[in-house]
């Protein structure tokens, strides 16, 4: 790994210096100033932008590529070094003012563009200097032509980071691929190309006596780079000025155009240079107040579908509540008015005197028990979900076999089995012992069982314990009504049921208190099933369920399914002795 990061950090060092002094070699022969100020100075652009997106440790491909084009140049090796760390301070001093700043290279936003512009006025004042001091001291730039010198030297720098760092950030962050320009996008670019092409052609040359009106005209080029900016991305943005300022800098080389001056090539470039540096922050920063406005537009738009996605999960919760709250209401006032006319005609019987019928008293006995530990059950069943929410749990494991604790769940169920007219067929292959805690474990078989009883009354119910591995597996198979492949997880849910609740009572509650108590022991539930065809539960629980249910106990809570018998367990109210029946 560290050779290939090697590889590609010594690629693009080495890339760099190449590109660096092939564009320094191709502005220095546009007429430097004192040999060596030019007016055209892309690498100014290429080395900011390198060390913005390959990191400003890439900063000796500047030092070598800018040494290396100074000594073909005929500099003294002294003078090349002097003028190659100047260049390179002025990107390190760019990149790292725009790191602070927290530059982001897309240029989408008016910070960045105004970061951008103020790093390409300041940092060149590094380079100029010290190049200039450089020279000067060799002996190369005499003191009266220090100051022309210094100039172009800035000016060059300067428009070289606002001409060519943009497109290279903008393209160097995001894939051509990704532009986006499809038909009648791209029929634009070409139209753009052509109009700017041909109104930079037709524009006058010259700067004589007409030289004003030249100039002027120059800026009727305005309104194609506002067009760019307003109907293409940034990319886009700083393609279209990039080309337009290499038509601007061919046209004046070869003497054509409207900032052609007689005295010198070099006079005839400062004025296109203030030109293209003009245009070019203008189109920057118009390109990234349209892209600010977009974003702005596009942030309400999100901020719109939020509020209206929270608005719908709202009114979902608020009727899921509502109906949680009939089907609550309706599920305890049940139990709770069979218990009432039990207790009063019990009531009724015992003040008829000793002559009552004993046989009729503990029948309706029975009943009323019956009623209250219903009641109870649905009771604990709503309390237990707000342990779930609140993580009030712990589980107590104990070496258990699960075989035996299905055999227990069967028999304590029986008279609910046969109310339901179900036939249960236990099938055990082997041992299946491991740590659990045991009543909890029995709560999910519980609740498993009363579902059966439930959804497939009159038909068989297949029970197989079994062992495979590090995981033992229990499962439940109905012959009952089934479910449909989109509801065998939402059924694992909060208040929700495979049927209709005019069809099936409960509250929604089972499958989701037994999902959690097998979480919290580390294993897993599903359900397979066709509607129609019933359902088969499957159970899986890691032999050991110490480790992984200490930590999964805080997010699931017990509670048995309210539609099942309860366990014949100390404390007589069909609670759990260790929670006492308290929330």
Not at 199 to 222: F, R
Request: glycine share 10%.
């Amino acid at each position: 790994m560290r050779e290939r990061t090697s590889a590609a950090y010594l690629a693009r060092v080495t890339a760099l210096a190449l590109v660096y002094a092939a564009a320094a070699r191709l502005g220095l022969a546009l007429d430097a100033v004192s040999g060596y100020a030019t007016l055209v100075w892309p690498p100014s652009g290429i080395a900011l932008a390198a060390l913005i997106l390959w990191g400003r440790a890439a900063w000796p491909g500047i030092a070598i590529g800018a040494a290396l084009a100074n000594v073909l140049n005929g500099a003294p090796i002294p003078v090349a070094l002097g003028i190659a760390a100047g260049n390179t301070l002025e990107a390190l001093l760019g990149a790292w003012v725009l790191e602070r700043l927290g530059f982001a290279a897309p240029l989408e936003r008016l910070r960045d563009v105004l970061g951008l512009t103020a790093v390409a006025l300041a940092a060149p004042l590094l380079a100029a200097t010290i190049g200039v001091a450089s020279l000067h001291v060799a002996g190369i730039v005499p003191a009266d032509h220090a100051a022309l010198t210094w100039r172009a030297w800035w000016l060059g720098d300067t428009t070289g980071i606002l001409v060519f760092a943009p497109p290279l950030l903008t393209f160097g962050v995001r894939r051509l691929s990704t532009l986006g320009w499809r038909g009648r996008r791209v029929a634009e670019g070409v139209l753009f190309t052509g109009c700017a092409s041909l109104g930079w052609l037709l524009t006058p040359s010259g700067l004589g006596p007409s030289g004003a009106t030249a100039l002027l005209q120059a800026y009727l080029i305005l309104p194609l780079v506002l067009w760019a900016a307003l109907r293409f991305d940034l990319r886009g943005v700083t393609a279209s000025t990039l080309f337009l300022a290499s038509i601007a800098v061919a046209e004046t080389a070869l003497g054509r155009g409207p900032f052609v001056h007689g005295s010198s090539l070099a006079a005839s470039l400062t004025q296109l240079q203030l030109f293209l540096g003009i245009v070019a922050v203008t189109a920057l920063l118009l390109a990234a107040a349209v892209a600010e406005r977009r974003e702005a537009r596009a942030a309400v738009a999100r901020d719109h579908e939020l509020t209206a996605r929270l608005y719908e999960q709202a009114r979902d919760a608020i009727r899921v509540r509502d109906e949680f709250l009939s089907i609550a209401s309706h599920e305890l006032r049940t139990p709770l008015g069979a218990l009432v006319l039990e207790l009063a005609l019990l009531k009724r019987q015992l003040r008829a005197g000793p002559g009552a019928d004993g046989g009729a008293v503990a029948t309706r006995a029975e009943r009323a028990a019956r009623s209250a530990a219903r009641l109870t059950r649905l009771v604990d069943a709503l309390l237990d979900v707000s342990r779930i929410q609140t993580g009030r749990f712990e589980l107590e494991v104990e070496d258990c076999d699960l075989a035996e604790m299905a055999r227990e769940v069967i028999e304590r169920l029986a008279t609910e089995a046969r109310r339901a007219g179900c036939e249960v067929r236990l099938c055990v292959e082997g041992a299946a012992g491991g740590r659990w805690d045991r009543l909890r474990v029995e709560q999910v078989l519980e609740n498993l069982l009363s579902n059966a009883f439930k959804y497939g009354a009159g038909k068989l119910v297949d029970v197989s314990v079994a062992r495979e591995g590090g995981v033992a597996r229990v499962s439940v198979l109905d012959g009952g009504v089934g479910i449909s492949a989109v509801d065998a997880d939402r059924i694992f849910g909060r208040y929700e049921r495979a049927a209709s609740t005019s069809n099936y009572g409960g509250l929604g509650l089972g499958l989701y208190i037994a999902r959690q108590i097998v979480e919290a022991h580390a294993g897993a539930i599903r359900v397979t099933s066709e509607p129609g065809k019933g359902a088969r539960f499957t159970v899986e629980l890691p032999l050991d369920a110490g480790a992984g249910s200490a930590r999964g106990a805080a997010s699931a809570a017990p509670a048995r399914d309210p539609d099942a018998e309860p366990p014949s367990r100390p404390g007589g109210d069909g609670a759990l002795p260790r929670e006492g029946g308290v929330a």
